[in-house]
């Protein structure tokens, strides 16, 4: 409360024009919830984020700011929207998360900058993508990619391998082998900006391109042949398994050891398939977000078209993930 106090106090005392404690303020609003939402669980934070955000479009629509600070408002306004509408995707609310977006895009195109532009795009396709509008998530990958041709941060990177699992979605193969071969060339080319200096999910480490990797693989089906998807499902496990790595989020473990679930589940390794996937199932609530459920949901989908589906584990698997359910939206994330 004492926090919140202040806030109130430093938004409001410097009447007249905008000063720096007050950017100074959304700034670091911005730093701490870029670091903490891949780590923590989302309801802990979407009151802070929400906070943050109406901030951010009180003061730009407040008229006390001088032209050369409008253009770091419209910046943090767009990360602020940003995470807003991934958090808004997180608790299954496609229609928000949509128009948080949307929001993004308006203040990044405000601020001039490329790469927030290009962000936009990227979460556009992922959040149509984890809704199961494959052709929608390859358009806005697509167009993120060819609109901004000269960015050179990780983003450049993220938006072919969004486009990859998306083609993989809807069963093109050539097209899915297209997007990651020019993900690994954009690799070789990144030139790591100002979006990859804040990190969290705003940048996209090679880690993150393995973990993608695979799983367009395994939407494929390429994880019932040879040994390389296998192999690459471990190391995508392997390189989420640290929680004190500074690219480390809860999320891409787990869709990592959904991946690696699936691919031991066509090798007939049931128990294996346990193995990878009972860190899944012990997650809290609050950290069941939609691509997670989604993921745990392609297991159950693959355990109903395995061999082993009527033993007695593959049963007991089946029922645990029909009973895995959502995190659970906080008040101010409910319609009114």
Same mark, same amino acid.
């Given at each position: 409360?004492?926090?919140?106090?202040?806030?109130?106090?430093?938004?409001g005392?410097?009447?007249?024009?905008?000063?720096?404690?007050?950017l100074?303020?959304?700034?670091?609003?911005?730093?701490?919830?870029?670091?903490?939402?891949?780590?923590?669980?989302?309801?802990?934070?979407?009151?802070?984020?929400?906070?943050?955000?109406?901030? *951010? %479009?009180?003061?730009?629509?407040?008229?006390?700011?001088?032209?050369?600070?409008?253009?770091?408002?419209?910046?943090?306004?767009?990360?602020?929207?940003?995470?807003?509408?991934?958090?808004?995707?997180?608790?299954?609310?496609?229609?928000?998360?949509?128009?948080?977006?949307?929001?993004?895009?308006?203040?990044?195109?405000?601020?001039?900058?490329?790469?927030?532009?290009?962000?936009?795009?990227g979460?556009?396709?992922?959040?149509?993508?984890?809704?199961?509008?494959?052709?929608d998530?390859?358009?806005h990958?697509?167009?993120?990619?060819?609109?901004?041709?000269?960015?050179?941060?990780?983003?450049?990177?993220?938006?072919?391998?969004?486009?990859?699992?998306?083609?993989?979605?809807?069963?093109?193969?050539?097209?899915?082998?297209?997007?990651?071969?020019?993900?690994?060339?954009?690799?070789?080319?990144?030139?790591?900006?100002?979006?990859?200096?804040?990190?969290?999910?705003?940048?996209?480490?090679?880690?993150?391109?393995?973990?993608?990797?695979?799983?367009t693989?395994?939407?494929?089906?390429?994880?019932?042949? $040879?040994?390389?998807?296998?192999?690459?499902?471990?190391?995508?496990?392997? *390189? %989420?398994?640290?929680?004190?790595?500074? %690219?480390?989020?809860?999320?891409?473990?787990?869709?990592?050891?959904?991946?690696?679930?699936?691919?031991?589940?066509?090798?007939?390794e049931?128990d294996?398939?346990?193995? *990878?996937?009972?860190?899944?199932?012990?997650?809290?609530?609050?950290?069941?977000?939609? $691509?997670?459920?989604?993921?745990?949901?392609?297991?159950?989908?693959?355990?109903?078209?395995?061999?082993?589906?009527?033993?007695?584990?593959?049963?007991?698997?089946?029922?645990?993930?029909?009973?895995?359910?959502?995190?659970?939206?906080?008040?101010?994330?409910?319609?009114?």
């Open positions: 409360m004492a926090a919140r106090r202040a806030r109130d106090f430093a938004l005392a410097e009447q007249g024009q905008l000063g720096d404690e007050t100074g303020y959304l700034q670091d609003e911005v730093r701490r919830i870029t670091e903490q939402c891949p780590r923590v669980p989302l309801p802990t934070l979407f009151n802070v984020l929400a906070s943050a955000q109406s901030d *951010a %479009f009180r003061l730009i629509e407040g008229g006390r700011a001088r032209p050369s600070q409008m253009r770091q408002l419209h910046v943090l306004a767009t990360l602020l929207s940003w995470h807003m509408a991934k958090a808004c995707h997180d608790l299954g609310d496609e229609s928000s998360a949509m128009m948080h977006a949307r929001a993004a895009g308006v203040s990044a195109e405000q601020a001039e900058h490329p790469a927030l532009s290009a962000l936009v795009h979460l556009k396709s992922l959040i149509s993508y984890w809704s199961g509008r494959g052709e998530a390859l358009f990958a697509r167009r993120g990619a060819a609109e901004y041709q000269q960015v050179h941060g990780t983003v450049s990177v993220w938006l072919p391998s969004l486009e990859a699992r998306a083609a993989a979605l809807l069963g093109d193969a050539a097209g899915a082998a297209v997007a990651v071969e020019q993900a690994a060339r954009r690799r070789e080319a990144v030139e790591p900006d100002d979006l990859d200096e804040l990190g969290g999910l705003l940048t996209f480490p090679a880690q993150k391109e393995l973990y993608y990797r695979v799983e693989q395994v939407l494929l089906g390429q994880g019932a042949t $040879g040994t390389a998807t296998g192999a690459a499902a471990e190391q995508a496990v392997a *390189a %989420f398994s640290d929680p004190d790595a500074p %690219f480390w989020a809860f999320g891409d473990e787990a869709g990592a050891r959904c991946n690696l679930a699936v691919v031991r589940l066509h090798n007939d049931l294996g398939t346990v193995d *990878a996937l009972r860190p899944v199932l012990d997650l809290p609530p609050g950290q069941r977000n939609r $691509g997670i459920v989604v993921s745990a949901q392609r297991v159950h989908r693959a355990l109903g078209h395995s061999p082993a589906r009527t033993s007695h584990l593959a049963r007991g698997l089946r029922e645990e993930i029909t009973q895995y359910a959502p995190t659970t939206p906080p008040a101010t994330a409910l319609p009114r």
